[in-house]
């Protein structure tokens, strides 16, 4: 009898009832025997608790479930199945046990992120918007009640932003769990810190002087986009660009043969094909830099209707511009209760550009190896199949697409969210915005999936020379281009019957254009084209992407 799907009518007839994980014992009696109305006794030994369930045989053939007789320290079947759940694993929070990969299997890879996205890092933002603003207080001269500190007082409050650790962001959370509010929960951590220093104890009242909550969130949420960015996303691109700039570099001279629509075209390097995605995961790298991260700090509704009430005489619209671009963000001006999110709408958007054209390396190389273009330098001990002990799968390029995937979900979600709040604001974004860690984590764990498996690569001349000595057909097109500039008729039609659908070699190309009835030096020039041959400036274009890639980030990568 199986305790895990009790819902089910069982078969009396079973020769052996089966044990589900959640007991450790169980004995099934029959009383008495060979009637129809013979009752059946179920005890059950779970970890904690024995029950006995009391059930009536409907016939010779199955047990009803439903008709089951209860008396005190008894339980029906279906309620051993409820209760079962209170018996499942209580486990700590590991990296075996984090609901998500980031913070378990691929923590070593992206826990660079920790300090500026968790949430560690928002409180900790939080404690330095809240000590900046009353170190701003201070210096405003018709505040009165908060004169300017002393170089010590001022040292002791940096300290609460130079000195915040682990310890700290912990206590903010126990003063959470009574406010269950947790920016209030900063601003009595802060009062609780400096209530014992003589000086600063005087103005405590002035921590979160006429703020909202979101005068605090918001430009937390940016510091923190901009340090992470800054300090972690941007240096990894950089070295993801600049590696695939290397190979373009280093194999601007390898012929290869392209395909369109996965059929065999003009010939081109393996480096002019690097260079493209150089290029343009370049471009849209700096696009994302040059986003401005942008703060408010004007109150319950955007109006500083509590500052001007208090003191009608400073120009607070002044103050709070001052005091935004103080912490190197840029000042939005005209905003609700919230600041409206849309240039992390533009960041975002910027970052899932540059995933989708890295999707596209991601699958373009992992086709190249899939042909054989690439080998993959092997690493002693690792394992590419559990069954196929010849391949080596690339797996490298295949993580980094599948988290390029998740992170373009989360992040195209938080794009299209976060900009819209109902009237003054909504609360739909507070919880969404927890989430941007996610988003950039998947993609930083992509991008160094891609260097990684960029560094397993080794080129396989024999491969690609096979493949363009096996396709003369695709100089069929400089043929008829010449022949079109010397005025043969119909050349594209002759090249088609030539080659469509036919196998086509250096003879029977050869033979084609001594035929042609053109000058004798356009002749000779087509006769010496071979597919390794017919390159066009992929060599050239491959070898000067740095001057590209360099144009478009204004310095180099």
């Excluded at 008709?67 to 486990?91: C, G, N, R, Y």
């Excluded at 103005?203 to 605090?216: K, M, Q």
């Excluded at 003879?507 to 001594?514: D, L, M």
């Amino acid at each position: 009898m199986e305790f895990g799907a009790c819902a089910r009518v069982f078969n009396v007839n079973q020769p052996t009832p089966y044990l589900s994980p959640i007991s450790s014992s169980c004995q099934l009696s029959k009383d008495p025997p060979n009637t129809s109305n013979a009752s059946f006794h179920i005890s059950v030994s779970l970890p904690h608790r024995d029950f006995t369930c009391k059930a009536a045989v409907k016939d010779s053939n199955t047990l009803n479930v439903g008709a089951v007789e209860k008396w005190p320290d008894t339980v029906s079947i279906v309620q051993v199945k409820e209760m079962s759940a209170e018996f499942s694993h209580e486990l700590e929070l590991s990296s075996l046990t984090a609901l998500c990969p980031l913070d378990g299997r691929y923590w070593s890879k992206v826990k660079d992120l920790a300090p500026y996205m968790s949430e560690y890092g928002l409180i900790r933002f939080r404690v330095l918007v809240e000590v900046k603003w009353l170190l701003k207080l201070s210096q405003i001269p018709e505040v009165t009640e908060v004169p300017s500190f002393s170089e010590e007082a001022q040292s002791y409050l940096q300290g609460l932003i130079d000195g915040f650790r682990e310890a700290d962001a912990l206590e903010v959370k126990k003063i959470e769990k009574v406010t269950n509010h947790d920016v209030k929960a900063v601003e009595y951590f802060l009062k609780q810190r400096c209530q014992s220093h003589p000086e600063i104890a005087k103005v405590l009242e002035f921590f979160h002087f006429a703020c909202t909550s979101e005068d605090i969130n918001n430009l937390a949420h940016a510091l923190m986009l901009k340090e992470a960015m800054a300090t972690v996303i941007y240096p990894v691109l950089d070295g993801l660009i600049k590696a695939i700039q290397n190979m373009a570099e280093s194999q601007a001279h390898i012929p290869m043969l392209s395909r369109t629509h996965g059929q065999p075209a003009s010939p081109t390097t393996l480096g002019k094909e690097m260079a493209v995605f150089a290029e343009r995961l370049s471009r849209e790298r700096v696009i994302a830099s040059q986003i401005e991260m942008l703060g408010k700090f004007a109150g319950a509704v955007g109006n500083y209707n509590a500052h001007l009430v208090a003191y009608p005489d400073v120009n607070w619209p002044q103050i709070a511009e001052e005091f935004v671009t103080s912490l190197g963000l840029c000042f939005n001006p005209y905003v609700t209760q919230i600041e409206p999110h849309d240039y992390m709408a533009r960041l975002f958007h910027s970052v899932i550009r540059f995933n989708n054209i890295l999707i596209d390396f991601d699958r373009d190389v992992w086709g190249y190896i899939s042909l054989g273009y690439f080998k993959q330098i092997t690493k002693a001990g690792e394992i590419g199949s559990s069954t196929m002990p010849h391949k080596v799968n690339p797996i490298d390029f295949e993580n980094s697409e599948g988290n390029l995937g998740l992170a373009n979900g989360g992040l195209s979600h938080l794009s299209t969210k976060l900009p819209i709040s109902r009237w003054q604001r909504d609360l739909t974004d507070s919880t969404v915005i927890r989430n941007i860690g996610v988003g950039l984590g998947h993609s930083l764990l992509a991008y160094r999936s891609a260097i990684q498996g960029i560094t397993k690569l080794q080129i396989n001349e024999a491969s690609l020379t096979k493949d363009l000595d096996q396709s003369w057909e695709v100089l069929a097109e400089p043929i008829q281009t010449v022949m079109r500039r010397y005025g043969v008729p119909e050349p594209y039609e002759k090249l088609k019957e030539l080659t469509r659908g036919r196998a086509v070699t250096k003879e029977s190309i050869t033979k084609f254009i001594e035929s042609l009835e053109i000058p004798t030096e356009a002749k000779a020039n087509l006769l010496k084209l071979t597919p390794h041959s017919y390159l066009g400036a992929a060599v050239h274009l491959a070898r000067n992407v740095n001057r590209t890639v360099d144009w478009v980030n204004g310095a180099k990568v």
